[in-house]
């Protein structure tokens, strides 16, 4: 099935995906500018006393930076960005934040931690399309159930609450039942892995941690530089920081003074994003495994350059791999 048409033309199929603290509007706006559904988690957008409508804010800004970009750039316009709802009981803003992404029309939903016919109704009512983060085919399938219009498969190595699934395994299952939008999420840090994900069947894929390393994310330098230090044998899997699998970086484990090689395993029952968690988790960083790519902290825009340089070789290097011809 085709793409829906708010996402049949982006430079490169792949959306910056949405990441707790560090997605911000500068980088949403660098990412659909460079061409790719730039993203952030609503949660990201801080209410201050007094002050509860950032989100709002952040709407606005976003919106009209790119409609300026796109009038002086008529030929290579903005991707569309996306907005990241927690969709999980402890997530007391929801509703609220719901009604401001529907007053501002957001072209792109994605629900995480939980499918609610509500929040894909709201999305609908303004023309917006959902994507239903997913780790194995029986969440897709409720996701699909309860009016989402898209997946993204969140497999083994992702950064975040990553699966525990091989990709190949995961888009395998989805495709079998479903010919919709489908995203695949997990260690896409080069072009080299986005061709992959087309060749297994997804439409496109979903990085976070290659963004972490970019100027205009909202990470300190120290957890910038080490992404861009650090490779897949650098990561742990564990449930202990929200109750939930996700991968982490081990130094940040070990400074914060925990051996990152004896993790107790946590309840599934502790996991509340508005509780507070031990001073010292604080500097304890998520990235998925695909970051032995970045070797350096760059602009959001070289970075999707980058991509799209790996992307187009790679095409080429199959081509004459399988000895394609060139029509
Ligand atoms: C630090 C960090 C924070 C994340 N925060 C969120 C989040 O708030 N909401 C969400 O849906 N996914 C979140 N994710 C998951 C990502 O959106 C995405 O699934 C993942 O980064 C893709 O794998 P990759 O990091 O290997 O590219 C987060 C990931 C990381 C690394």
Same mark, same amino acid.
């Given at each position: 099935?085709?793409?829906?048409?708010?996402? &049949?033309?982006?430079?490169?199929?792949?959306?910056?995906?949405?990441?707790?603290?560090?997605s911000n509007?500068?980088l949403?706006?660098?990412?659909?500018?460079?061409?790719?559904?730039?993203?952030?988690?609503?949660?990201?957008?801080?209410?201050?006393?007094?002050d509860p409508?950032?989100?709002?804010?952040?709407?606005?800004?976003?919106?009209?930076?790119?409609?300026?970009?796109?009038?002086?750039n008529?030929d290579?316009?903005?991707?569309p960005?996306?907005?990241?709802?927690?969709?999980?009981?402890?997530?007391?803003?929801?509703?609220?934040d719901?009604?401001?992404c529907?007053?501002?029309?957001?072209?792109?939903?994605?629900?995480?931690?939980?499918?609610?016919?509500?929040?894909?109704?709201?999305?609908?009512?303004?023309?917006?399309?959902?994507?239903?983060?997913?780790?194995?085919?029986?969440?897709?399938?409720?996701?699909?159930?309860?009016?989402?219009?898209?997946?993204i498969?969140?497999?083994?190595?992702?950064?975040?609450?990553?699966?525990?699934?091989?990709?190949?395994?995961?888009?395998?299952?989805?495709?079998?039942w479903?010919?919709?939008?489908?995203?695949?999420?997990?260690?896409?840090?080069?072009?080299?892995?986005?061709l992959?994900?087309?060749?297994?069947?997804?439409?496109?894929?979903?990085?976070?941690?290659?963004?972490?390393?970019?100027e205009?994310?909202?990470?300190?330098?120290?957890?910038?530089?080490m992404?861009?230090?650090?490779?897949?044998?650098?990561i742990?899997?564990?449930?202990?920081?929200?109750?939930?699998?996700?991968?982490?970086?081990?130094?940040?484990?070990?400074?914060?003074?925990?051996?990152?090689?004896?993790?107790?395993? &946590?309840?599934?029952?502790?996991?509340?994003?508005?509780?507070?968690?031990?001073? &010292?988790?604080?500097?304890?960083w998520?990235?998925?495994?695909g970051?032995?790519?970045?070797?350096?902290v760059?602009?959001?825009?070289?970075?999707?350059?980058?991509?799209?340089?790996?992307?187009?070789?790679?095409?080429?290097?199959?081509?004459?791999?399988?000895?394609?011809?060139?029509?």
């Amino acid at each position: 099935m085709p793409l829906p048409q708010t996402l &049949s033309n982006l430079r490169l199929p792949l959306i910056g995906s949405p990441l707790f603290i560090i997605s911000n509007p500068d980088l949403v706006i660098a990412q659909c500018k460079a061409g790719i559904v730039g993203s952030f988690p609503a949660l990201n957008a801080r209410e201050q006393p007094g002050d509860p409508i950032e989100l709002d804010r952040w709407l606005v800004r976003i919106k009209e930076e790119l409609d300026r970009h796109n009038q002086a750039n008529p030929d290579s316009p903005a991707a569309p960005y996306a907005v990241n709802q927690i969709v999980h009981k402890s997530n007391t803003r929801l509703e609220r934040d719901v009604e401001i992404c529907a007053k501002h029309e957001v072209p792109v939903w994605i629900t995480s931690l939980g499918a609610r016919p509500e929040v894909n109704e709201a999305a609908h009512s303004t023309g917006g399309i959902v994507l239903h983060d997913v780790i194995n085919d029986r969440f897709a399938r409720k996701a699909i159930e309860k009016g989402a219009d898209g997946l993204i498969a969140v497999a083994a190595g992702a950064g975040g609450h990553a699966g525990a699934l091989s990709p190949f395994a995961l888009v395998q299952e989805i495709r079998a039942w479903f010919d919709g939008p489908l995203f695949l999420s997990g260690a896409i840090a080069r072009g080299d892995s986005l061709l992959a994900a087309l060749a297994m069947g997804a439409d496109g894929g979903y990085a976070g941690s290659a963004f972490i390393a970019t100027e205009e994310a909202n990470a300190q330098g120290a957890y910038k530089q080490m992404i861009a230090d650090c490779g897949a044998s650098d990561i742990v899997y564990s449930n202990l920081f929200t109750g939930v699998w996700g991968n982490y970086l081990k130094p940040s484990i070990a400074a914060a003074g925990l051996d990152p090689e004896s993790l107790e395993i &946590s309840d599934p029952s502790k996991m509340d994003f508005g509780a507070a968690k031990p001073k &010292s988790w604080k500097e304890i960083w998520g990235s998925g495994q695909g970051i032995g790519a970045v070797t350096k902290v760059q602009p959001a825009a070289r970075l999707v350059d980058q991509l799209e340089a790996e992307f187009l070789a790679a095409q080429e290097r199959l081509a004459r791999q399988l000895g394609w011809s060139r029509a």
